[in-house]
C-alpha cells in the first residue's frame, strides 16, 4: 500500500518551454503532497508543500511562478516547470503524506528532467 | 532545515552488518527519527523509524540512546543492493520533511 506514481520518469525539453510533472497516490488520499529538487550528488532539497484545494507553500528562495504547483485534487499534484532553462535540469521527487504513522511519507520514482 | 548530521560515506563488507549513525542533539520530545535510503537515481525508500525506543523490523534495526540526541541505524547482513545513500531525517513540528547530507554506503563484495 501507500504507492506514489510519478510521471513522466524522464523528459528532454527546449529551453522556454514548459514541462509538467505529475505525482499521483494510488491507493490512498493524500491532502498533503511535497516537491523535492535534487542536482547531482546533492541531497533533495523541498521546493514546495502542496495541499489539496488550497495554493501551495514555497519554500524560501524557489520562484512560485516558474514552478506551478496545482493539487486539485485528492491524489493528484502536478509541478509545471515554465520557461525552463538548462540551470532547472534536475531530478524532481514527489511525496505524498500518508496520514498514517507509518510510513508518514513514500515517494515518487523521480522524474529527470533535462533542458537542451 | 536539516537538524541531523551524518558521516559523508561508509563502507561495509558484503555479510556484515552496517552500523550507520546519526546525530540529532537538538530533538525534541515530540520528534519522530525516521530513516529513509536513496538508491541512484530513484525515489527515497522507507526504512524505519522510532521515537525513544529501539524498533526492529524486516529491512532493519533502530537503535536510539537514552537522551535521544543521536541514533544509529543497523543492517544486520548487508548485501551489495543495499548500496545506497542514507538519511536520517527528524520530523520537525511542521509537516515537511528536511533532508540532510545522508550517508553514502558503499557494500564491498
Known amino acids: 500500500g501507500a504507492v506514489v506514481s510519478q510521471h513522466p520518469s524522464w523528459v528532454i525539453c527546449k529551453s522556454g518551454t514548459s514541462v509538467k510533472i505529475e505525482c499521483r497516490s494510488l491507493d490512498f488520499q493524500a491532502t498533503t503532497m511535497f516537491w523535492y529538487r535534487q542536482f547531482p550528488k546533492q541531497s533533495l532539497m523541498l521546493m514546495a508543500t502542496?495541499?489539496?484545494?488550497?495554493?501551495?507553500?514555497?519554500e524560501q528562495g524557489v520562484e512560485k511562478d516558474k514552478f506551478l504547483i496545482n493539487h486539485a485534487s485528492l491524489t493528484l499534484s502536478t509541478l509545471t516547470v515554465t520557461s525552463a532553462h538548462p540551470e532547472d535540469s534536475s531530478f524532481y521527487i514527489c511525496?505524498?503524506?500518508?496520514?498514517?504513522?507509518?510510513?508518514?511519507?513514500?515517494f515518487g520514482s523521480g522524474t529527470r528532467l533535462t533542458v537542451v | 532545515d536539516a537538524k541531523t548530521t551524518q558521516p559523508t560515506s561508509m563502507d561495509c563488507a558484503e555479510g556484515r552488518a552496517a552500523n550507520l549513525p546519526c546525530n540529532h542533539s537538538t530533538i525534541s520530545g515530540n520528534e519522530y527519527v525516521y530513516w529513509y535510503r536513496q538508491i541512484h537515481s530513484q525515489g527515497p525508500q522507507y526504512i524505519i523509524h522510532g521515537l525513544k525506543n529501539n524498533e526492529t523490523n524486516e529491512m532493519a534495526s533502530l537503535i536510539i540512546t537514552e537522551d535521544r540526541k543521536s541514533s544509529t541505524l543497523i543492517l544486520p547482513h548487508a548485501t551489495l543492493r543495499d548500496t545506497a545513500v542514507y538519511y536520517c531525517i527528524v520530523k520537525d513540528t511542521g509537516n515537511q520533511f528536511y533532508f540532510g547530507t545522508g550517508t553514502s554506503l558503499t557494500v564491498i563484495p
Open positions: 511525496s505524498a503524506s500518508t496520514g498514517a504513522e507509518k510510513p508518514f511519507y513514500t
Open positions: 502542496s495541499n489539496e484545494g488550497s495554493k501551495a507553500t514555497y
